[in-house]
């Protein structure tokens, strides 16, 4: 894979979304669409296959365009107000795929309760028949379990169930 740029300015979705058979529009264009809650155009950012896989901070991997789907849907209307931007990152492009692997922040409205918020991430995506890229792969992480449990709480409401992270030894796994 080569590196098609390291660090260039953060992407917030917020940018003029140009051609989109060149990475830095399609990431736009998924930022745009997250932002902006707007399911139309996460349908048009996403391969919809099976093989379309997210793996989200909170919750259970998911798998195929139906199921991811589903949970847009209902994320993008239900969500708390959020805007996130993705930066210090680097692209690598190896023939129709390319990976963007960087840092998400996002930050709530100054009057809600929505916590800054500072992620690992990983997006692939994977060039489609017509020279455009499409989202393949998403996954976001937090490295601060505080963080975690602190925006399951705010993102699932209070009646939500304390999260608890399931580090368990090898040795405890295999006795």
Same mark, same amino acid.
């Given at each position: 894979m080569t590196?098609?740029?390291s660090?260039?300015?953060p992407i917030t979705? #917020?940018?003029p979304i140009g051609d989109l058979r060149e990475p830095i529009h399609a990431l736009s264009q998924f930022y745009r669409a997250f932002n902006e809650r707007d399911l139309a155009m996460m349908e048009e950012v996403w391969e919809h296959s099976r093989e379309v896989s997210a793996i989200p901070p909170i919750g259970v991997p998911r798998f195929g365009w139906r199921m991811l789907r589903a949970n847009y849907e209902k994320g993008l209307q239900n969500a708390r107000p959020l805007r996130t931007e993705f930066f210090d990152y680097v692209i690598q492009t190896s023939g129709d795929l390319f990976v963007a692997i960087g840092r998400e922040r996002g930050q709530g409205p100054a009057e809600s309760s929505v916590p800054a918020l500072d992620a690992r991430t990983t997006n692939i995506f994977r060039r489609g028949p017509?020279? #455009?890229w499409k989202l393949l792969h998403h996954h976001?992480?937090?490295?601060?379990?505080? &963080?975690l449990a602190e925006v399951s709480r705010v993102? &699932?409401?209070p009646e939500a169930p304390p999260h608890r992270a399931s580090h368990r030894s090898r040795s405890a796994r295999s006795g």
């Open positions: 590196p098609a740029n660090s260039p300015s979705g #917020r940018e017509d020279g #455009r976001v992480s937090f490295g601060d379990p505080h &963080q993102l &699932q409401g």
